[in-house]
């Protein structure tokens, strides 16, 4: 894994390693990763990868004690990155224990959202992306979002 090319799998897996990660945790945690193999630390390309980990619900956000955390998200498949077993050791992160129901909650009221504008703009690429989230959000937080793809459906339904 070189920083720019780093999966949304092996960025959820860095988070998965503590439970939760503050986002510049995460970015220290990929800059560590970087020094570790010798790699240039491209704090752009390491700000590019969390958001398009975040954007694409490989990660998602949620708000604890007046801090937002990033943990893996319903499309990830949290794998560890070559040397990331030795971050707990490197960085100053802290283990934490995040509320399933709560992680599921905020992936939902954000799935929402997103949904939504997607519908408003018309993006089909996005709405379809939203589509695959919303099956694997309710397999992965046993909620039920099919108002939501409902919505989505109809929405690439009227296109056509």
Do not use: C, Q
């Amino acid at each position: 894994m070189s920083i720019p090319t780093a999966t949304g799998d092996e960025l959820a897996g860095v988070v998965d390693l503590f439970g939760a990660l503050t986002r510049a945790e995460l970015e220290a945690a990929l800059g560590e990763l970087a020094f570790k193999r010798g790699e240039e630390v491209d704090e752009d390309a390491i700000d590019a990868a969390v958001d398009a980990a975040i954007d694409d619900y490989y990660l998602v956000a949620v708000e604890r004690d007046d801090e937002t955390l990033l943990a893996p998200g319903p499309v990830a498949f949290p794998t560890l990155p070559d040397g990331a077993d030795d971050l707990p050791h490197i960085m100053d992160a802290p283990n934490r224990d995040v509320d399933d129901e709560g992680v599921v909650e905020a992936t939902e009221r954000r799935l929402r959202a997103d949904a939504a504008r997607a519908v408003d703009a018309d993006d089909t690429d996005r709405i379809e992306h939203l589509l695959d989230v919303s099956y694997d959000l309710e397999t992965w937080g046993a909620t039920d979002v099919s108002d939501v793809r409902g919505r989505l459906d109809d929405a690439l339904e009227n296109r056509n």
